[in-house]
């Protein structure tokens, strides 16, 4: 099973690490900062011994990367891996967004359901299962949202069960979330957000979070 260094340290973007298995053009390493695409949070951008990362998923606690043909890399070589950290930051700013804002919903609209997420470079996006127009009240969930990040408070993530690999992050006295993405150390990373509602049909109701420039 691979180390995932990116819940140690969500921050680090080069590691030294082994190749544990090669199938094809898949393979596995020992440990790794590369996050593959999880709770509708997007891969990382980057490369593993200077050769780019076509596609990264998980497979039960394995990571599994795919590389271009004919990457020539051995089992148990030395190689680095290096992410592409604009991508990740911003991923991580917008996965926390989106989350906070989840959870502003379900506090105040009992009820509330989630139909899906994703959380790409440019923007996230939470879909409900609604039945009104979620417009009016997105003002007012914006300013709450912008109130906690102006607090600029502790984001703690740590595991529930270390053996199943279930994580969570814990803003204390306030939330505690399930969730194995990445995240970042303090509500105030994520400076100014924008929230735009998106009718994607009857009885769902889509809202898109955007980080100001």
């Known amino acids: 099973m691979t180390k995932k260094i990116f819940w140690d340290d969500?921050?680090?973007?080069?590691?030294?690490?082994?190749?544990?298995?090669?199938?094809?053009?898949?393979?596995?390493?020992?440990?790794?900062i590369f996050f593959a695409f999880s709770g509708g949070q997007e891969s990382d951008a980057g490369s593993i011994a200077g050769h780019a990362v076509l596609a990264a998923r998980k497979d039960g606690q394995e990571l599994i990367y795919t590389l271009a043909d004919a990457h020539d890399l051995q089992l148990g070589q030395d190689v680095e891996v290096c992410i592409d950290w604009e991508r990740r930051y911003r991923l991580m700013r917008l996965h926390f967004a989106a989350e906070l804002v989840l959870e502003l919903f379900y506090k105040s609209l009992p009820g509330i359901g989630k139909a899906g997420a994703h959380i790409a470079q440019d923007k996230a996006r939470i879909d409900f299962v609604w039945s009104e127009s979620i417009a009016p009240l997105l003002p007012?969930?914006?300013?709450?949202?912008?109130?906690?990040?102006?607090?600029?408070?502790?984001?703690?993530?740590?595991?529930?069960d270390e053996a199943t690999e279930r994580r969570y992050w814990e803003i204390a006295g306030f939330l505690r979330v399930p969730c194995g993405g990445t995240h970042v150390r303090r509500t105030g990373e994520l400076g100014q957000i924008r929230l735009k509602r998106n009718n994607i049909g009857r009885g769902k109701e889509r809202v898109e979070i955007y980080l100001a420039p």
């Open 10 to 32: 969500p921050y680090q973007t080069r590691l030294l690490t082994q190749v544990s298995k090669i199938d094809g053009n898949d393979i596995c390493l020992a440990s790794t």
């Open 140 to 160: 007012a969930y914006a300013e709450q949202a912008q109130a906690i990040i102006a607090a600029d408070l502790d984001i703690n993530c740590a595991f529930d």
